[in-house]
């Protein structure tokens, strides 16, 4: 099973689109995903500059936020199908809202479902904080009402959401995992989505945890047959990245974390035995 390894544009919005694919290409990376804002004409040269260097690219939808259920699913409809038009591998999408009850966040996820239909780019649900996923229990009551979803499993929300490494959500995590079509690669804590710097020796804990989670999904990957896995290391920029006080300098580099994450998952999960 071959490993794909996709750059977040989220953080590098400054450089121009040439830069970004240069810097892409260089860091040994397969593809990248791109979020998709109202606007931002420049992605759309991003990624036409990606698939002309041969990159795979990944489009994310996460704008739609409005409480209103009728302006939200106009309004998702909308983005879905602009993320559809680059003719992507699939699109992550934030669905939903957390505010909304089960029945309401179905409303979303049938719009992508015919969207999916009609265009034939499949639609992934990304498990994010604010979100209908944006925990264990949440997303296996949608799993229940809605056999098949395939999801964008980033741990590092539901470790915030919980305030926790997860440790008491065993029995859910392991149905999740069948469901996994992609992985966002960051490392959370009980207390925050993104540790300030994953190759610093307080939060080795933190990131074993998170790459035992991410055998997991390589092993059933694996034994499911699959040819390849798809990942994208998404640390994110300030605020996410910690900065310190008065001055606001980041900590660390956004762009070597997600470097360093992308050859950390390449050592653990290259050579994942399977479990039979």
Known sequence: ?????????????????????????DAGYDGIEVGLADG???????????????????TQHWQTLTPDLPRHLEE???????????????????????????EDNLQVFEVADRI?????????????????????????????????TRLVLDMSHWCNVCESLCEDQGETIASVVPTVGHIHGRVGHAQGAQVPDPRAPEWQSAVDVHVGWWKRIATAKREAGAAQLTITPEFGPPPYLTTL???QMPVASQWDLNVHM???LREHLADVPPTR
Request: glycine share 6%; net charge positive; aromatic share 10%.
């Open 1 to 25: 099973m071959k490993l794909v390894f996709f750059c977040p544009r989220w953080g590098s919005e400054a450089l121009s689109p040439a830069e970004f694919i240069r810097k892409v290409r």
């Open 262 to 264: 992308m050859h950390l």
């Open 245 to 247: 006080p008065w001055t």
């Open 40 to 58: 931002d004409v420049a992605a759309d040269e991003v990624l036409a500059r990606a698939k002309d260097a041969g990159l795979a690219v990944i």
């Open 116 to 148: 999916a239909a009609e265009t034939g780019i499949a639609i992934l649900h990304e498990t994010h904080r604010g979100r209908c996923l944006h925990a264990p229990w949440r997303t296996a009551e949608l799993l229940r009402a809605r056999p098949g």
């Open 76 to 102: 998702f409809e909308a983005r879905l199908r602009r993320a559809a038009s680059f003719d992507p591998l699939f699109i992550n999408s934030h669905t939903g809202r957390d505010m909304f009850g089960l």
